[in-house]
């Protein structure tokens, strides 16, 4: 073989020439004079920053801490806070050697500030004192409470100096209250505690209580006792630590199945049965979101968000249902399935840094959309002379609109692409922006706008729409402000809309529980009589992550510059109301919410179902908050009695401030919205509360007919992870069937099950019905020593209200009489 040496050297050269690979973005978070470390590799040769790649405001050194493996410290300027940016070139072997990089980003914070889970006891209307800011830490020293922007089953006073928080249960009440606290420092950062306390009855209990809680695999749980307990059964598959801020079970390692900590005081036990779930939780490869069109591939840089930095290992784990997913250097192109529209998921595979460890798995959900608007009509709102950006902030660019008509007191502009201007001197920025602008001295009136969405066809030469959609709106000009407040065109805050979705409803619940506690800037004007885009500034929130972008401002409706419970008010005065075209796409959870309750029942009966999530082979992971739906037909159900009654023992609410509220639209929809408020999610499975309703005495039926079925559920719900994305819950169908012909009410004699009394516990007022087309002729209300407070007589009916507004707190004895005889039940009063 006749070998050519000077070509054989120019191959050598070429083949040890560094490849230059795909970068990945680090995000680090620091504070103010604070140093902060990461790990990473480089193999075979060593590491470096070119001159021109430095960070500008602080400093890089690393030291070798093994072979190939070394430890970066950055450490920002004296004083200097804000966002650093630097490069780090490093080397990789797989598949040869070459060069990749790591883009640094880091965000210097003022000051550190960290409000930790406080645990107390108290009794039975009896207050108790909490010092918060005792296991908080501040790094500049500085601990100031701000606020306690949410409580449950009492009332809080707090001191801002000392830190101390008293609070007062509820008359009556007794089980595990919680409420939040926002803790500032001074230099403009903010964090929420939560604290948790057991209202204990005054008199010893004497039968033995069982607590159900759950935890992830190789996760903490508090495990909230009473200090006056003693433990006499540890747990056999975990450590329980009594000396913790708040006393906490941890499993073995890996460990998944139950477990039992039992405790007592002399008089009766506490049992924490413990379910040790088989979720866990990934600690370098997290799940990603995309977007694309029909028929469009879309590349997803799933590294960006991962701590795992290279590519070994990384390899398509399951792939696309209806697509393909393939990997090209640290990233996945998906291509979708000619003409399919939904949603698509796949998972990757992918090791720790240096290829060390077990590998994680991660699920990519990619929303295949036509992105069209999601209603034909819409109804909005502007001040005069201010224009509106008829919000379109779809997550793809592939479509522009057609305005066939701009209305008779405006005009409206559809600027296509990257847009970057001043309208009536406010400068206006996004891309294919649809805008709204009032002519000049029109003081108030009602506009039509009409318009054609079109999704493009991206085929080169192609014109063609794939999708296109007509849209009117209503647009209102109010005749509010004097022009000389801040005008607001783009990113305004409409009171309610705290998700910027475009449209107020019971998702909206969900960020303010998430950001419970969040402190910013106060919005001059801000107002609930009239609904319109207002104008706010911008919070500063260095560490939003997450599927909610929008700033934090949005959520805070009432505009007093810190984000309380008080919020939600905005949610029930504007419910419904919308302000942009936005549809909403998501994936469905793998749980599902679940409806049980009687197969049978008489017309005019109350029919309570329980509303449950997850399974145990199915546990519902990771729920911050929730909305579940019940669609209902408002000619067999009496809209009016729709109501839900949450648990408090659920375990959403185990060791959280839970907020919740609902809506019906009394023509078939009710809606009820729940949300924990610590900031940290929780994964369990069983009942959340119940769900009563009263079956109208259905008439207009052939009388031939023995029963008409209801069919209930069917529908998606909504839950919120602890990233703050949004996923779709369905609702397990579930059918009641009502006995139109029934001899049997009138010759049957009563029975205990047919008295229902709801809510029940109740403070203001209690609903005494009874099944069975029966009627009661008699109600008393007694003390359980037979003192008789209410009595109402002559009723002949089979529902009342009971007034228990102003009696003590405590149980009392119902009893309804009538031809077949009594019926008795125990009522509790609490607040």
Request: aromatic share 10%; hydrophobic share 40%.
């Amino acid at each position: 073989m006749n070998i050519n040496l000077p070509n054989l050297s120019v191959m050598l050269a070429l083949l040890f020439l560094p490849l230059l690979g795909a970068g990945q973005a680090i995000d680090l978070i620091t504070y103010q004079n604070t140093a902060i470390q990461y790990d990473f590799t480089s193999r075979p040769n060593s590491p470096s920053i070119p001159g021109n790649s430095q960070p500008t405001n602080g400093t890089v050194a690393w030291v070798t801490t093994s072979s190939f493996h070394y430890r970066l410290t950055y450490t920002p300027n004296q004083d200097f806070t804000g966002t650093d940016h630097f490069r780090i070139v490093r080397w990789e072997v797989t598949p040869v050697p070459h060069v990749t990089y790591l883009d640094v980003s880091v965000i210097i914070a003022p000051a550190l500030i960290r409000a930790y889970h406080d645990y107390a006891v108290t009794h039975i209307n009896e207050p108790v004192v909490v010092d918060v800011l005792a296991n908080d830490i501040s790094s500049n020293g500085i601990k100031v409470l701000q606020a306690v922007p949410a409580i449950n089953h009492g009332t809080a006073s707090f001191n801002p100096t000392t830190g101390l928080i008293a609070f007062t249960p509820n008359p009556g009440f007794k089980g595990l209250a919680h409420f939040n606290y926002a803790l500032c420092n001074g230099a403009g950062d903010c964090d929420d505690g939560t604290v948790s306390i057991t209202v204990m009855d005054t008199a010893p209990a004497t039968a033995d209580e069982v607590i159900q809680v759950f935890t992830k695999k190789n996760e903490a749980q508090f495990i909230l006792v009473p200090a006056d307990f003693i433990l006499t059964q540890g747990p056999a598959n975990g450590i329980f630590d009594a000396g913790a801020d708040v006393p906490d079970y941890t499993p073995a390692n890996n460990y998944v199945g139950p477990d039992t900590i039992r405790f007592t005081d002399g008089n009766h036990a506490i049992f924490y049965v413990i379910e040790v779930l088989n979720l866990a939780s990934n600690v370098f490869a997290f799940d990603d979101r995309a977007f694309t069109t029909t028929n469009s591939e879309v590349t997803i840089p799933v590294k960006t968000n991962d701590f795992s930095v290279g590519t070994c290992g990384f390899s398509v784990y399951s792939q696309a249902s209806h697509g393909t997913a393939s990997i090209t250097g640290n990233q996945i192109i998906y291509t979708p399935d000619p003409g399919f529209v939904g949603v698509d998921q796949f998972t990757y595979r992918s090791f720790a840094s240096g290829c060390a460890g077990t590998a994680e798995i991660a699920t990519v959900t990619v929303f295949v959309s036509n992105f069209a608007p999601d209603r034909t009509t819409f109804e909005m709102a502007t001040p005069k002379g201010t224009p509106i950006i008829i919000g379109y902030n779809v997550p793809v660019s592939t479509f522009t609109f057609h305005v066939s008509s701009q209305g008779q007191l405006g005009q409206t502009l559809f600027l296509p692409g990257a847009v970057d201007t001043l309208i009536n001197g406010v400068p206006v920025q996004g891309n294919n922006i649809l805008i709204y602008i009032p002519n000049d001295g029109v003081q108030e009136g009602l506009d039509q706008i009409e318009i054609t969405y079109c999704l493009r066809d991206i085929t080169p030469g192609s014109e063609d729409c794939l999708v296109s959609k007509q849209v009117k709106i209503w647009m209102t000009i109010l005749d509010i402000g004097t022009g000389d407040e801040p005008v607001c065109v783009g990113d305004c805050v409409w009171a309610g809309d705290t998700n910027a979705d475009g449209i107020v409803n019971m998702t909206d619940l969900l960020p303010i529980g998430r950001s419970m506690g969040e402190i910013g800037t106060e919005r001059i004007g801000a107002t609930f009589e009239v609904w319109y885009g207002q104008y706010a500034e911008d919070w500063s929130d260095l560490f939003a992550s997450g599927e909610y972008t929008a700033n934090v401002k949005h959520i805070d409706a009432d505009g007093n510059s810190i984000v309380t419970a008080a919020d939600t008010v905005a949610i029930r005065s504007f419910y419904g109301r919308t302000h942009n075209m936005v549809p909403a796409v998501m994936p469905y959870a793998p749980y599902e919410f679940i409806l049980e309750g009687p197969l049978f029942i008489n017309p005019g009966d109350y029919v309570e179902f329980s509303i449950k999530v997850g399974t145990p082979a199915q546990p519902a992971e990771d729920i911050y908050g929730f909305v579940f739906p019940f669609n209902y037909n408002p000619d067999a159900i009496a809209a009016e009695s729709v109501q839900v009654n949450w648990r408090n023992d659920n375990f959403l609410a185990y060791d959280s401030p839970v907020l919740f509220m609902d809506h019906n639209n009394l023509n078939g929809l009710f809606e009820a919205g729940y949300t924990r408020t610590s900031g940290l999610v929780a994964s369990g499975h069983g009942e959340l509360g119940t769900l009563g309703v009263i079956v109208d005495d259905i008439i207009g039926f052939r009388s031939d007919e023995e029963e008409m079925l209801l069919q209930f559920g069917g529908d998606a719900g909504v839950s919120m992870d602890k990233n703050g994305q949004y996923s779709a819950v369905r609702v397990r169908p579930f059918q009641l069937r009502v006995k139109l012909a029934s001899e049997e009410a009138e010759t049957s004699a009563w029975n205990d099950d047919q008295l229902k009394t709801f809510p029940n516990p109740s403070g203001d007022y209690v609903t005494v019905h009874l099944n069975g087309q029966q009627e009661f002729e008699q109600l008393t209300l007694s003390t359980l020593m037979g003192q008789v407070v209410q009595h109402q007589s002559g009723l002949r009916t089979n529902q009342t209200t009971l007034d228990v507004s102003q009696l003590p707190t405590g149980i009392y004895i119902l009893s309804v009489a009538g031809e077949k005889g009594m019926l008795n039940r125990k009522i509790e009063v609490m607040r």
